[in-house]
Structure formats: structure tokens, C-alpha cells
T-cell receptor
Framework: QKEVEQNSGPLSVPEGAIASLNCTYS??????FFWYRQYSGKSPELIMF????GDKEDGRFTAQLNKASQYVSLLIRDSQPSDSATYLC??????????FGTGTRLKVLA | DAGVIQSPRHEVTEMGQEVTLRCKPI?????LFWYRQTMMRGLELLIY????????DSGMPEDRFSAKMPNASFSTLKIQPSEPRDSAVYFC???????????FGQGTRLTVV
């Protein structure tokens, strides 16, 4: 079993819709959770992090964490073509070790 | 701050040659990571430094790979001798502490022919 799992996609949504990206993890001791966006040929850039159960909102982005289900998600409201990228979920157990998923490719259709 | 700076951005080399990748972390960050990214395996942690000391090099694939951090503002990743299967994008990242968010450099795209 992979430590951090994501559906590779592509996930296609129309412009203006809500994109929902999901991630599951295997280590119950995980403490911090990160979403990175990576455009093709570019480096990953942090868009959100979450430490506590529940929702965390930042502009059009909402991260949701459910530690009991070992599940973290990212919602993107009012999706724009510029949101088309690969979204990487990363999990940290409170030490230095970030475990990355392989990413979900999102395509927002104009 | 200019962010994490890596050089070179692209490197093409012949099999058997030595390759050295360079990284300057964000000033004040005490944790530095080297990652390798491929389509098949995604982002893999190669080595982690804390306060310039290598803490975990279990991700270094073989003895052909070595990394150093002689001071807080500079790190190198060396591959000697290089092989075609080493072709990948190599990222350096730094964070304030090991468990806080990591910031990535622009990466070095390595092609070994």
C-alpha cells in the first residue's frame, strides 16, 4: 500500500465549477498535511496546509481534513483554466519526512 | 528573499561523467531536502539535512550519489558516474524547520545520454 494515494486523473471540470481533489494516507501518526500545485515543467508551490480536523479556507481554496478516515481533500471553487495543473498531496508525521502522493492532474475546460 | 536557487537549470551529460547539482536554500531555513521527480515514481526524498548535518540519506539510490552541505547557504548533490536511469528532475527544497512547509527551487532537469 502506498503511503499517500491520489487518483492520477486527469480530472476534468468546466470553468466555474468546483474541483474536488482527494488524498488518503496510511500513517495514523501524520500531523500536518500540505497541498502543492505544480504546473508542467515547473516546481511544486505550496497552496495550502492544514493541521486540524475540519475545513480551512483560503480564497477559492478549501482544504478538508478527516484524521479518523485518514483523508484530506482540496476543493477549488470557481475553477479557472489557470488552475489546470498537477496537485500534489504531502503528509508529514511531525518530523522532517514529507511523503508526497504522485499527484492528480486537473484540467479546467474553458 | 529570492527563494531556493538551484543551478544549473538543465544539464545534459554523457553516461559515466560526473554531475554536480547546486542549491542555495532560503536564508534562515535550517532544513534542506533533495528530491528526485520522475513520471513513474513521483517525488522521492533523496536526503535531508538539518543544520547542515545529513540526517537521513536512506533515499540515496546508490553509492554513486553523494550530497554535502558545507554551510547553511550551500548544498551539492553529486552523481559519479552518471547513468541514463539517473535522468530526472532534481529539486532542492528548504524549510524553517523539518516539519513546516517546504519551499522548492526551480529544479535541475538532468539528462544522461
Amino acid at each position: 500500500q502506498k503511503e499517500v494515494e491520489q487518483n492520477s486523473g486527469p480530472l476534468s471540470v468546466p470553468e466555474g465549477a468546483i474541483a474536488s481533489l482527494n488524498c488518503t494516507y496510511s500513517d495514523r501518526g501524520s500531523q500536518s498535511f500540505f497541498w502543492y500545485r505544480q504546473y508542467s515543467g515547473k516546481s511544486p508551490e505550496l497552496i495550502m496546509f492544514i493541521y486540524s480536523n475540519g475545513d480551512k479556507e483560503d480564497g477559492r481554496f478549501t482544504a478538508q481534513l478527516n484524521k479518523a478516515s485518514q483523508y484530506v481533500s482540496l476543493l477549488i471553487r470557481d475553477s479557472q483554466p489557470s488552475d489546470s495543473a498537477t496537485y500534489l498531496c504531502a503528509v508529514n508525521s511531525g518530523t522532517y519526512k514529507y511523503i508526497f502522493g504522485t499527484g492528480t492532474r486537473l484540467k479546467v475546460l474553458a | 528573499d529570492a527563494g531556493v536557487i538551484q543551478s544549473p537549470r538543465h544539464e545534459v551529460t554523457e553516461m559515466g561523467q560526473e554531475v554536480t547539482l547546486r542549491c542555495k536554500p532560503i536564508s534562515g531555513h535550517n532544513s534542506l531536502f533533495w528530491y528526485r521527480q520522475t513520471m513513474m515514481r513521483g517525488l522521492e526524498l533523496l536526503i535531508y539535512f538539518n543544520n547542515n548535518v545529513p540526517i537521513d540519506d536512506s533515499g540515496m539510490p546508490e553509492d554513486r550519489f553523494s550530497a554535502k552541505m558545507p554551510n547553511a547557504s550551500f548544498s551539492t548533490l553529486k552523481i559519479q558516474p552518471s547513468e541514463p536511469r539517473d535522468s530526472a528532475v532534481y529539486f532542492c527544497a528548504s524549510s524553517l524547520r523539518g516539519s513546516t512547509e517546504a519551499f522548492f527551487g526551480q529544479g535541475t532537469r538532468l539528462t544522461v545520454v
